[in-house]
């Protein structure tokens, strides 16, 4: 396995999805940081609870793996509810959803994954579902084509995204309340590597947990992957679970300090010897690097934007004067940031 699989957000294996059903927090005392995103859902919650009626519907947005199907399942439970779980690619037609929308039961919470995959006719029925509780069922072909009203059970629709911007407003509007979910800080990502490896009944010591903690690219799914891989290190090398091991098992697997995985690497490299450090256009970088401007643009850009190496200007991307400085390359804007300054 490369350094690039073991830092990709997404899930990569059946074993790892059954590995993170074991380890996703329950409750939402259980999960860990998101604190303005917690209050919110709390209150918004708490209010549903109290007036009896279900919860408003919720639209969680941020990178991947950063809690957004775990804080779903938080909701379901917290209100007591059961989850029903769907996707936007596995939407294509109208028809899919009216069948998963039409066998909801009273309060159900509804979860659709990359909401913003879903189809067109899908999405305008979602419009009227979200907001009365009833889609209209169109029943024959041509002239004779009647639509016929179907009333719905109550109930909460809980979307994620990782490209908000990609949803068409009516159906932004219809969410009552959008969590923008944040990368972790180090001390968060240690608080979720702890309760890992206490779940994993692995005796890591605090020096080997921050280290990982600093090299997760702020995302818990691959903060507990790497505390898999230390863990085998340790079992087949012997010896404690410390710094050394951690240095040596993530040296291992080629990731570097920063957590940065080969995609990364090849589009900071690109930007600073290709185009001096930019500004470069999202899609020349794509198609320089041979990735989707989409994987571009939710998945890698966000971190090394937050990590500092980039800056993100009307004119394009804009590597920084410690990208240049991390990469050891030449600044030929010398400590100018080009096409900022
Ligand atoms: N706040 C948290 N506290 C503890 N563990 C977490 C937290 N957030 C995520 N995790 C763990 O990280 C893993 C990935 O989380 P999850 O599947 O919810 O991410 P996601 O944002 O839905 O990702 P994707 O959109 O790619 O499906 C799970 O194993 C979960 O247990």
């Not at 702020?218 to 790497?226: E, K, V």
């Amino acid at each position: 396995m490369s350094g690039f699989e073991l830092t990709t957000p997404e899930p990569i294996s059946e074993a790892e999805l059954v590995f993170e059903g074991a380890l996703r927090p329950k409750s939402l005392d259980e999960f860990v940081g998101q604190a303005k995103v917690r209050g919110q859902l709390q209150l918004l919650l708490q209010a549903a609870g109290i007036q009896g009626r279900t919860a408003d519907h919720i639209l969680l947005a941020g990178p991947p793996g950063l809690g957004k199907t775990t804080l779903a399942m938080i909701v379901a439970h917290e209100s007591d509810k059961p989850l029903r779980m769907s996707s936007g690619p596995a939407i294509q037609h109208a028809g899919d959803l009216a069948a998963v929308l039409s066998s909801l039961v009273p309060g159900e919470v509804l979860f659709i994954d990359e909401i913003h995959r879903m189809a067109r006719s899908a999405e305008e029925m979602l419009y009227l579902a979200m907001e009365d509780f009833r889609i209209d069922i169109m029943v024959g072909k041509g002239a004779g084509a009647t639509s016929v009203p179907l009333d719905l059970a109550p109930f909460t629709l809980v979307g994620a995204t990782t490209r908000s911007g990609m949803l068409p407003n009516p159906l932004r509007d219809r969410f009552g309340f959008t969590a923008h979910l944040e990368f972790y800080d180090e001390s968060e990502l240690e608080q979720v590597l702890f309760r890992a490896a206490r779940m994993l009944n692995f005796d890591i010591d605090r020096a080997g947990l921050a280290e990982i903690a600093g090299r997760c690219r702020g995302t818990p799914r691959i903060a507990n992957r790497l505390l898999r891989r230390v863990r085998d290190y340790v079992l087949v090398h012997g010896g404690a679970a410390d710094l050394s091991a951690v240095k040596a098992a993530l040296t291992l697997y080629d990731v570097d300090e920063l957590g940065l995985d080969r995609l990364d690497r090849a589009v900071m490299e690109i930007m600073l010897t290709r185009f001096g450090g930019g500004p470069v256009g999202l899609n020349t970088l794509a198609v320089s690097v041979g990735e989707e401007a989409e994987t571009i643009e939710s998945v890698v850009e966000p971190f090394l934007v937050r990590i500092g190496l980039i800056t993100r200007t009307p004119r394009g991307r804009v590597a920084t004067p410690q990208a240049f400085a991390h990469f050891g390359a030449p600044n030929p804007q010398g400590s100018f940031l080009p096409g900022v300054l």
